[in-house]
């Protein structure tokens, strides 16, 4: 593999014990990475891509490539390029519904994608004025049918009404592409009956549209295993989603297609930062913080899972509430959740953070200074 030639080591003491790395480090495990591209895979009945936001390292890709992933979802060109040096033969779904007429003309041209997402006329219209129709082209219609109860909402920002589906598939059809359908249920989707939903919806603008639905995409929003996390597991969602299949397709359902971001990498990397201040008040301030790793940490209601390192050993003992601190000098860099830790945790200590895979490394930035994030491949992290 291709793969940057990162240092690797059996486990988090190891890797401690020889580099005590003083810089953010995340933490990728191969082979547990492999196994959630396995679980869905096995799991699911139809075609399984990965939404490259979620974690867009190239070894991520490349792996996932090499469990046989043949279609990756991008949002931006710089996606795609990344996809096409990563994982050269995959299929691409570009399904933002949010383009400019460059960024259209850069996928149809440079990187030959078929397949595009719309939630309104203008952006058909929009991609008309580039692609010329033909039914090679697929126009993904993005809808909405309700808010999952337990789930990150991205309805708010995507996705046309039932009825206005029905109207742009027939549009699309109209025109000469080929149409279909997406939804996204919202991240982190603890509520197993929104894909059902979705599914029942689908079926009735693909019949009131008059359209035979050749793919359906059910996107993305399966949950990770958070601690804080109520939901049951994935195969719970696709034995629900294959009864749904059924009952709203009969025996001719469309080609399925999943597209986990979360869900697919959150296990395979956790997050490894150091404690560069310890105060009174039960307070820890860390080398990374709501401005890099822990961004989604700080508005997301997660908890993940946590250790606590000395040197090459863990620290035990009693724990009381902490509240944890980033490195930067802005008061918005203040974890909202409470950790129980060992209570005396102290400079120089290292905090595991477990489950960290997805929205961490994607969303770093370099404020104040605090730019370097190390990464190592590390066989048994803290799940
Ligand atoms: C973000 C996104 C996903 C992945 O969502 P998760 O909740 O991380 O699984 C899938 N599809 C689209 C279109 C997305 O924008």
Request: charge should be negative; aromatic fraction near 10%; proline fraction near 6%.
């Amino acid at each position: 593999m291709a793969t940057p030639p990162y240092r690797r080591y059996a486990d988090t003491a190891a890797l401690i014990a020889d580099m005590a790395p003083d810089h953010p480090a995340f933490l990728f495990s191969e082979q547990v990475l492999r196994e959630a591209a396995r679980t869905f895979e096995k799991g699911f009945d139809g075609l399984v891509t990965y939404a490259v936001k979620a974690n867009p390292s190239d070894h991520i890709i490349e792996i996932l490539a090499d469990e046989g992933l043949k279609a990756f979802d991008v949002a931006s060109v710089n996606e795609m390029a990344l996809v096409r040096r990563f994982a050269p033969e995959a299929g691409m779904h570009y399904n933002n519904p949010i383009k400019s007429k460059r960024e259209i003309a850069a996928a149809w041209h440079d990187f030959g994608i078929k397949s595009y997402a719309i939630d309104n006329l203008a952006q058909l219209e929009q991609i008309a004025t580039i692609i010329p129709p033909t039914t090679d082209v697929e126009i993904t219609i993005r809808f909405k049918a309700g808010k999952a109860r337990k789930s990150y909402d991205f309805g708010t920002k995507f996705g046309v009404s039932e009825t206005g589906a029905i109207d742009l598939a027939q549009k699309v059809q109209a025109m000469g592409y080929s149409a279909s359908l997406c939804f996204h249920v919202g991240s982190q989707c603890e509520d197993v009956n929104a894909y059902e939903r979705h599914i029942a919806a689908a079926g009735r603008i693909a019949t009131k549209a008059g359209i035979v639905l050749k793919r359906l995409n059910i996107g993305g929003g399966f949950p990770a295993s958070y601690p804080s996390s109520s939901a049951p597991p994935l195969k719970k969602y696709f034995d629900l989603i294959r009864k749904a299949v059924k009952k709203t397709f009969g025996d001719n359902p469309p080609e399925m297609i999943v597209e986990p971001g979360r869900a697919m990498v959150t296990p395979c990397t956790s997050l490894l930062l150091r404690v560069k201040h310890q105060r009174a008040g039960l307070s820890v301030y860390l080398n990374d913080g709501a401005y890099g790793a822990l961004m989604e940490v700080k508005f997301m209601p997660i908890l993940p899972s946590v250790r606590v390192w000395r040197g090459a050993e863990l620290l035990e003992g009693p724990t009381a509430p902490f509240t944890i601190f980033g490195p930067t000098c802005d008061s918005y860099d203040v974890l909202p959740q409470i950790f129980e830790l060992p209570a005396d945790i102290a400079e120089d200590d290292w905090i595991e953070f477990g489950l960290m895979g997805a929205y961490t490394q994607a969303s770093v930035t370099a404020f104040n200074g605090f730019s370097e994030r190390l990464q190592f491949f590390v066989d048994d992290i803290l799940l």
